[in-house]
């Protein structure tokens, strides 16, 4: 089954900070876009970021300078690195890769950020 696996979720305190993984399986990931949202409880899906083929990563104006997305194309996978994370950030965070073709959500993991 081709598909996304988020993992790197979990609780962290305000001002710590996170990395999360994106692998993809059975397709390859490094011919694809990829994109990281969030959704926050009650809020609409959102998006943070996201890196092309060639590796360059653009994001929204609120995580500029905290959020950083990387690729490891050896590795099958993209990475969001979270540094400085505050309560807002609090969400379940997905990735998304598309290309022009099919296109593939995963599932989510959940980031929480509380003292």
């Known amino acids: 089954q081709l598909q996304l696996v988020e993992s790197g979720g979990g609780l962290v305190q305000p001002g710590g900070s996170l990395r999360l993984s994106c692998a993809a399986s059975?397709?390859?990931?490094?011919?694809?876009?990829v994109a990281w949202f969030r959704q926050a409880p009650g809020k609409e899906r959102e998006g943070v970021g996201c890196?092309?083929?060639?590796?360059?990563?653009t994001y929204v104006n609120s995580v500029k300078g905290l959020f950083t997305i990387s690729r490891d194309n050896s590795m099958n996978m993209v990475f969001l690195q979270m540094n400085n994370l505050k309560s807002e950030d609090t969400g379940v965070y997905y990735c998304?890769?598309?290309?022009?073709?099919?296109?593939?959500w995963g599932q989510g993991t959940q980031v929480t950020v509380a003292s």
């Open positions: 059975r397709f390859t990931l490094e011919y694809y876009s």
């Open positions: 890196i092309t083929k060639g590796g360059v990563p």
């Open positions: 998304y890769a598309l290309n022009g073709g099919p296109e593939y």
